[in-house]
């Protein structure tokens, strides 16, 4: 029901806008509202905190079918979803529940998470943002960058550090809201793909925030932001089954089409190959995400699972795009087919959220516990 209803939702909402939203690089505010009408923007939070009430595999299904036609639109979501609002179902207190997440999870509000910056990416744990107590207050200093919702997010989860000498241990997360005094935007990055998903710098500069706006307690910043990313990293995973999935059906389709020495080129061996292995991959991808997502809404460790996840899937994504352009031939590399743009999206997903080669690192690690 889920697929169904989130699949209809994207071919009859989404799909008309997709063109402008690569041309113009326009925010699709008007998908997100009736988005958000669905239950997307909280897929997983339980109802009583505005969200959806759905389980994780839900969750992975829905961002699945959303990327089929729009990964820009995919990633909103995702950010939202995994990244802001779970963050705050299971850190937030009381209050801050009842103040952001509610909105958030119905779509009356949207979130971004700041994490990276200039020389802390992979090396998260050394970030430089700073925020010291000054009475009943913080100050946060310093930049973010690759800042997903950053321009139209109205709560940003912030990380900063408040005591240096503890190193990972001295980072806190904070909820920022937009219009503070000392918060502001900075560049947006013009990026290969994802053209109406915004990539953003943030910048806070005596950036004072209430103390009662410290997620969980001091220090335990960088423990969030590690386990956020493990639920994110199944996002993006369904993402990369999303986006290879659309590649895929484009070109089935075309290869039934196409007509080169007297017969379609689905009866060559070497389009039936590509064809195979494309499906393939895609149905490995998938039980490994479910997989993932099946330990998270058990309640069991999946930090394992999901970088797995995230790593096969990511890679087979860019594997597939390319393989559809290959089967698409010259037409693959115009921007009349879709399959440009899906290859042109499927790049990111080996990046952001970590990068493969820290997937790999993250898996290694818990083998070597």
Known sequence: MVRETVR?????????????????????HEIIKKASQLGLCGIKIPVEFGGGGMDTIS????????CKISASVGVILSVNNSLVCDNIYHYGNDEQREKYLIPLAKGELLGCFALTEADAGSDAGNIRTSARKEGGCYILDGTKVFTTNGVNAHVAIVFAVTDKEKGKKGISAFIVEKGTSGFSVGREEEKMGLKGSETVELIFDNCKIPKENILGKEGDGFKIALSTLDSGRIGIAAQSIGIASACFEEALKYSKERVQFGKPISEFQAIKWMIADMSTEIEAARVLAFRAAYLKDSKERFTKEAAQAKLYASEMVNRVAYKAGQIFGGYGYCKEYSVERFYRDARVTTLYEGTSEIQRLVIARELLR
């Open 8 to 28: 209809n939702f994207a071919i009859s909402e989404i799909k008309p806008m997709v063109a402008k939203m690569e041309k113009t690089g326009e925010f699709p």
């Open 59 to 66: 969750y992975i299904i829905a961002i699945e079918e959303i």
